[in-house]
């Protein structure tokens, strides 16, 4: 028996679905809507840059089937990255503690706080049987030379009761001897190590991507980031660094790597961050038919609607 596959996309609302994906005369509103016609899962973005706000994520339930699922990336300040004071919601940027560069030293009591108000946000989700995983990016400074993996355990026991994926950015640590002590560091933890499609590229951010690992037997996660090297490493925008169009033949691929992981788990997750222009959902659509979750590709065309 396999776990069920579950495609989407990182983001519904990315400007080059907008303007290539979408029909022309589609009202920003009614996008999730339409996105959830094509995919059953969505990997949601800007809850990397705030925390959601509780009326916005009911009408995101109402816009949506039931069944439909939400991946909800955590907020960057969870991820070790350096955190803007004004990125935080307004009641904790005049509690928290700000270093001389106006970055929001991280403490416990902080993040506590800040989980209690993404649970509370995001418990309508949960309520409703949408939400799927947090994503947890981490940043690619975080390092094993210069930290531990027992600096997640607060997080991760905050989130004991989520299922919890981490997605590492540094790639030494799936290097050498140090690849072992982090599979069963999640494993121990029953976090889930997500698994990438990248470029074939030894640069210390980029992940690689014959690494195929399963930490949760309750859900595996394949992110797909695109195989250009260059734009990776040098691209100044997010549509800029993974841009990236995959073939027939690389989807193909894809659909045999997922249905290798899948019969391993319960569910994987396999979300495609390749997100420039209408790549990323063209993408999806196509795995969606290499694994016979569709008869054909959906209409690309907007005119057409």
């Known amino acids: 028996m396999s776990g069920k596959i579950l495609v989407g996309t990182a983001s519904w609302s990315d400007p080059g679905f907008v303007r290539h994906w979408y029909p022309k005369k589609l009202r920003a509103y009614e996008r999730l809507g339409w996105y959830a016609q094509h995919f059953e899962m969505v990997e949601v973005n800007s809850t990397f840059y705030s925390v959601p706000d ?9 816009a949506t089937p039931d069944g439909f699922i939400f991946d909800v990336k955590l907020h960057q300040f969870f991820s070790f990255h350096s955190t803007a004071a004004k990125l935080l919601p307004p ?3 005049k509690r928290a503690k700000i270093d001389d ?17 993404f649970l509370h946000s995001t418990s309508i989700l949960r309520e409703s049987g949408k939400l ?9 400074a975080f390092s094993p030379r210069r930290h531990k993996l027992e600096e997640l355990e607060l997080l991760i026991d905050m989130l004991r009761d989520y299922q919890l994926a981490i997605e590492f950015r540094n790639r030494n640590w799936v290097i050498g001897e140090q690849f072992r002590e982090t599979i069963e560091f999640l494993e121990r933890h029953r ?4 698994n990438v499609d990248a470029p074939a ?8 991507s014959n690494l195929d690992e399963i930490t949760n037997p309750c859900l595996a996660y394949l992110r797909l980031h695109g195989r250009n090297a260059r734009a990776y490493l040098t691209g100044k925008t997010v549509a800029a660094r993974f841009d990236y169009d995959y073939s027939d033949d690389e989807i193909a691929e ?3 790597r997922s249905k290798k992981l899948a019969r391993k788990t319960s569910e994987l997750h396999v979300i495609f961050n390749n997100n420039n222009l209408d790549y990323a959902p063209r993408a999806a659509a196509r795995l969606r038919v290499a694994l016979d979750q569709l008869m054909s590709v959906p209409p690309q065309t907007p005119e057409l609607f």
């Open 54 to 62: 509780v009326r916005m994520i009911e009408r995101w339930c109402a």
């Open 91 to 93: 009641d904790l940027q």
């Open 101 to 117: 560069k106006g970055k929001v030293k991280v403490t416990p009591a902080l993040a506590e706080t800040m989980i209690e108000l």
């Open 132 to 140: 799927g995983a947090f994503l947890l990016q981490l940043s690619p």
């Open 191 to 194: 976090a889930s190590f997500v």
């Open 201 to 208: 590229a030894e640069h210390f951010t980029v992940m690689p």
């Open 254 to 256: 894809v659909a045999e």
